[in-house]
Antibody, heavy 120, light 110 residues
Framework: QVQLVESGGGVVQSGRSLRLSCAPS????????MHWVRQAPGRGLEWVAV????????YYADSVKGRFTISRDNSKNTLYLQMNSLRAEDTAVYYC?????????????WGQGTLVTVSS | QSVLTQPPSASGTPGQRVTLSCSGS????????VYWYQQLPGTAPKLLIY???QRPSGVPDRFSGSKSGTSASLAISGLRSEDEADYYC???????????FGTGTKVTVL
C-alpha cells in the first residue's frame, strides 16, 4: 500500500537550517510530482512547495521562497526539503504529499508528518 | 483573493445533511478543479473529493462535491459521529503558481 514516511524534524534554533526527508513506498516515486505542506499547531494547512516528477519544475509559497528548497533523488527514492534561515513562524508539522497530476496541481495522499519546532 | 474562505464551524445532528462552502476567485476555483480533504483529530489529511465532484474509491457516497463559478461546496448527508473533523477545500491558483488551501471548517456532530 502507499506510504510516505517523513523524517528529519526536531527542535532547531532560529536562523539555523534543517533538512527534511520523505521516503515513499507502494508506488513508482519517479512518476509522481510531490509536495510539502505544513500545519502550525492549532492552525490550518499551508502549502509549502511542489516539485514535478522529474524535478524540472518547482514552485514555492511566498512565505518560504528564497529560504526553502525542495528537491528529489529518484534514484534514491527520496524527497527533500532544505529549510534555511528558520523562523519561529516556521514551527509546524510538515507533511510530504503525493501528486497524481501531470502538472503538480493537486494532492491525493499524505504522509503522517514530522514536527519542526523553531526556538528563539 | 489569495485565500479560499470557509466558515470556521458547522454542526448537525446524526442523520442530518450539512453543507460546507468554499469561496475563492477567478484565479483559483474559477479556473481550476476543487479538492476537499478531511482531517480527523491528530491525523494527516485524507482526500475526500477530487476534480470538484469525484469521490476516490473507499469514500462513502454520503460525501458529495460541487462547484459553481468561484465557489464550491461539500455536502455530507446522513451525518455520523465519525464525520466530526476539520474539512479543507483546496485549488491550484494560477496567479500565485501555488496550491491554495481553504481556511478550514470544523464539523461537530451534536
Amino acid at each position: 500500500q502507499v506510504q510516505l514516511v517523513e523524517s528529519g524534524g526536531g527542535v532547531v534554533q532560529s536562523g539555523r537550517s534543517l533538512r527534511l526527508s520523505c521516503a515513499p513506498s507502494g508506488f513508482i516515486f519517479s512518476n509522481y510530482a510531490m509536495h510539502w505542506v505544513r500545519q502550525a499547531p492549532g492552525r490550518g494547512l499551508e502549502w509549502v512547495a511542489v516539485i514535478w516528477y522529474d524535478g524540472s519544475n518547482k514552485y514555492y509559497a511566498d512565505s518560504v521562497k528564497g529560504r526553502f528548497t525542495i528537491s528529489r533523488d529518484n534514484s534514491k527514492n527520496t524527497l527533500y526539503l532544505q529549510m534555511n534561515s528558520l523562523r519561529a513562524e516556521d514551527t509546524a508539522v510538515y507533511y510530504c504529499a503525493r501528486d497524481p497530476s501531470d502538472n503538480g496541481d493537486w494532492i491525493d495522499f499524505w504522509g503522517q508528518g514530522t514536527l519542526v519546532t523553531v526556538s528563539s | 483573493q489569495s485565500v479560499l474562505t470557509q466558515p470556521p464551524s458547522a454542526s448537525g445532528t446524526p442523520g442530518q445533511r450539512v453543507t460546507l462552502s468554499c469561496s475563492g476567485s477567478n484565479s483559483n476555483i474559477g479556473s481550476n478543479y476543487v479538492y476537499w480533504y478531511q482531517q480527523l483529530p491528530g491525523t494527516a489529511p485524507k482526500l475526500l473529493i477530487y476534480r470538484s465532484d469525484q469521490r476516490p474509491s473507499g469514500v462513502p457516497d454520503r460525501f458529495s462535491g460541487s462547484k459553481s463559478g468561484t465557489s464550491a461546496s461539500l455536502a455530507i448527508s446522513g451525518l455520523r459521529s465519525e464525520d466530526e473533523a476539520d474539512y479543507y477545500c483546496a485549488a491550484w491558483d494560477d496567479s500565485l503558481s501555488g496550491y491554495l488551501f481553504g481556511t478550514g471548517t470544523k464539523v461537530t456532530v451534536l
